[in-house]
T-cell receptor, first 112, second 112 residues
Framework: DTAVSQTPKYLVTQMGNDKSIKCEQN?????MYWYKQDSKKFLKIMFS???????INETVPNRFSPKSPDKAHLNLHINSLELGDSAVYFC???????????FGSGTRLTVV | AQSVSQHNHHVILSEAASLELGCNYS??????LFWYVQYPGQHLQLLLK??????LVKGIKGFEAEFIKSKFSFNLRKPSVQWSDTAEYFC??????????FGQGTELSVKP
């Protein structure tokens, strides 16, 4: 029983394409997040949704658009992919953010 | 701005050696502190966390961490490492603002 699941696990695509990464959690948590891990392993928050409402939007290009159809899902759509978007993207969820997150297994995006 | 600093970028130890990974944060208010571990190719898993009370917290797999408020530190320790502890270790801080801020990570390599 995977608590936070992301698909796909690997994604290789060409520059300029549009792609989506899906995330689902079955923990009943109210808050979900997207983090980007760059090639140096640095983790940076991108977005946070609480019960389908956007609550954190860090300085992320507007080519990135999160969508939350319900509180169990937070998908990430990326338009006009660039080489610099290559990274591992982690989805996470929490019931109370101050008590830590549960992370998904990550999606390794490679833009060629 | 709130930040987390991990002093060691890469630590190399032999099995049975003792481990201490440094973590300092900059935030004057109440914080919750975490250590996460990321095994090669896997997602982040929570090792331990501190909210309040005893500043020495014990986590999974024999890890512990000590919160020293006066030094703004939360160092991770293990008396005797194993080859299976080879991983990336992340310190993180939550300032009750709904956001988890990560340090840049420390890569631990344990030689058998």
């Amino acid at each position: 029983d995977t608590a936070v699941s992301q698909t796909p696990k690997y994604l290789v695509t060409q520059m300029g394409n549009d792609k989506s990464i899906k995330c689902e959690q079955n923990l009943g948590h109210d808050t979900m997040y997207w983090y980007k891990q760059d090639s140096k392993k640095f983790l940076k928050i991108m977005f946070s949704y609480n019960n389908k409402e956007l609550i954190i939007n860090e300085t992320v290009p507007n080519r990135f658009s999160p969508k939350s159809p319900d509180k169990a899902h937070l998908n990430l759509h990326i338009n006009s992919l660039e080489l610099g978007d290559s990274a591992v993207y982690f989805c996470a969820s929490s019931q109370d953010p101050d008590y830590g997150y549960t992370f998904g297994s990550g999606t390794r995006l490679t833009v060629v | 701005a709130q930040s987390v600093s991990q002093h060691n970028h890469h630590v190399i130890l032999s099995e049975a050696a003792s481990l201490e990974l440094g973590c300092n944060y900059s935030y004057g208010g109440t914080v919750n502190l975490f250590w996460y571990v990321q095994y090669p190719g896997q997602h982040l898993q929570l090792l331990l966390k501190y909210f309040s009370g005893d500043p020495l917290v014990k986590g999974i797999k024999g890890f512990e961490a000590e919160f020293i408020k006066s030094k703004f530190s939360f160092n991770l320790r293990k008396p005797s490492v194993q080859w299976s502890d080879t991983a990336e270790y992340f310190c993180a801080v939550s300032n009750q603002g709904g956001k988890l801020i990560f340090g840049q990570g420390t890569e631990l390599s344990v030689k058998p």
